[in-house]
């Protein structure tokens, strides 16, 4: 399969095609998890991955895994760290971390130049990487549609719920509208089992196709599965704790299957 990137005008094509963005338009639905777990599966099978945590002001990549890192982006915005200063080698999960802060309201408000800088300065890191996770926060606001542009596949995470699949829809038509040739896949989350899951991606599916003229392939599901909140609590990835349970195998089939396609 092709990658389309999702703006064709970038200076660098191949640093574009490292970058996988994880959006939803709705919050809750598993992005930052998937993000996590995606990048570990990745780093596990050889690829040298950077995830960067792309909610700006309500940052929570760090709190999930329990780190304290000592530098983030906070101290790139306000100019006292370069990009590359600011990353966090996340030892257990063998990738590096870009970490934002949470409560840093600032950052989620940045003007459009300073945001557009940083997302190149990030296109320029991915040089250095294999894959870049981009951890985007909920919604459709310029931030997030700025950010996404950097990458060259963007994987829309729905659940079952009407409200997911409303907010992963207006996630497509607006990035369609913007980026007509955009390589977006979609990742049906916290579904029952991989049939219910499977329904949930056709009628996201048959909407994009009927509305928009689009088919959005399947990235793929992952299972509803208790383990995932027990290892959030505990503040470990779920690869580590539980790396046979459903969702840890869920994520890693993505991560072949991206691994393959892209
Ligand atoms: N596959 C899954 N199985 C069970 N629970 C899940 C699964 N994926 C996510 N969750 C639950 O959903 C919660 C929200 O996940 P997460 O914080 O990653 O979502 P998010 O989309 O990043 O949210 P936000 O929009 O606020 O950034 C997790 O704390 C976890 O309890
Ligand atoms: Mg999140």
Known sequence: MSLRPIAADTPDPAARRKIIAVASGKGGVGKTWFSISLSQALSQ?????LLFDG?????NVDIQLGLMPKQDLAGVIAGKLTLPQAITNYREGQFDILAGRSGAGNLAMLPVQRLV???????????KYDRVILDLSAGVDRTVQTLAAAAGTAL???TDE???LTDAYAFIKLTVADHPE?????????????????????TLRKACYNFLGREIPLAGIVRNDSKVRESIRRQTALLTRHPSAEAAQDVEAIAARLKRET
């Open 162 to 164: 009407p409200t997911s």
């Open 182 to 202: 955009a390589d977006l896949r979609i990742v049906v989350n916290m579904a029952e089992t991989s049939n219910s899951g499977r329904e949930t991606y056709e």
């Open 156 to 158: 829309v995470v729905t």
């Open 45 to 49: 099978s050889g690829q040298r991955t």
């Open 55 to 59: 909610d700006l002001g309500l940052a």
């Open 117 to 127: 800088t940083l997302r190149d300065n990030l296109m320029r890191l991915a040089g």
